[in-house]
């Protein structure tokens, strides 16, 4: 058949069919989720502005340069003031991933799912969702919480921060925030919830490794099987017939007398 065949695949839901109303199927990030990503987009934030060596001048509006002395970027107040005023913002860089369990649900990156929607689409596949086309990269319901809710945590606990900023800095921030501070005495059991890639079957970027390993395998089988070809390839003759591996290089006798042993 010419073209495409146009495909009519009915989805419920992303992910699986759920029963119920919206709210059994939205679950908005919880006091944990928020406290562990906020904490760590700020340990990234703080990492990508620690590697300059900018000086700050603190002379500005005295005449005769009187004013505080020098200040580097990454121990002053500035760059305390812009990590924190951007964290929130951060958090929209991620996505849901629904086939994920627990606060591994947020993460960055395309989901599984929506990268297999996708990928139909692309061939040619007609999927009809209950969301529409346009909206499949839009920003989720819980990563809208998930900001909003972040917002709300740097406000009330920003002198918190502030101390952990201006300190050793020794201590991990999500342990001195999270742990003795906006989750003390409550559940943390999601800060220790970890995703790894490579366990994961069915991940896409297991796929894919696995797909390029397996492809470099069956070519180097090709080029060899086609080494070998080449080498017990027959060797034609002048006469028209075909020579055998002894004809290739006849045998030639000695130069020379014959010794007697």
């Known amino acids: 058949v ?28 919880n006091k944990c989720e928020v406290c562990k990503f906020v904490s760590i987009e700020m340990k990234s934030a703080f990492d990508e502005t620690g590697r300059t060596k900018e000086v700050i001048d603190r002379n500005y509006g005295f ?6 002395p020098p200040i580097k970027y990454v121990k002053s107040d500035l760059r305390f003031i812009e990590v924190v005023e951007n964290v929130c913002q951060r958090l929209l860089e991620y996505n849901l991933h629904k086939e994920r369990d627990g606060s591994n649900r947020f993460a960055k990156g395309m989901s599984e799912t929506f990268s297999t929607l996708h990928g139909l689409v692309n061939k040619g596949v007609n999927v009809v969702m209950d969301i529409p086309y346009e909206l499949w990269n839009e920003t989720s319901a819980e990563v809208a919480d998930l900001k909003k809710q972040c ?24 342990t001195y925030l999270c742990e003795k501070h906006v989750l003390k005495g409550q559940d943390a059991a999601c800060l220790k919830e970890n995703w790894d890639l490579r366990k994961k079957k069915g991940d896409q970027a297991a796929i894919a490794e696995g797909k390029a390993k397996s492809a470099e395998g069956e070519n180097g089988g090709d080029d060899r ?13 002048t006469d028209g017939g075909q020579s055998s591996e002894d004809e290739v290089q006849p045998q030639v006798p000695l130069s020379g007398p014959k010794t007697e042993l």
């Open 63 to 68: 005449i005769d340069n009187k004013g505080a």
């Open 2 to 29: 010419a073209g495409f065949a146009s495909i009519l695949v009915i989805i419920w839901s992303v992910g699986a069919a759920k029963d119920g109303g919206d709210d059994e199927w939205v679950h908005l990030p």
């Open 225 to 237: 099987r086609e080494e070998e070809r080449v080498c017990k390839a027959p060797v034609q003759r």
């Open 151 to 174: 917002d709300v945590l740097v406000e009330q606990y920003e002198e918190v921060i502030e101390d952990w900023y201006k300190g050793s800095q020794e201590e991990d921030l999500t």
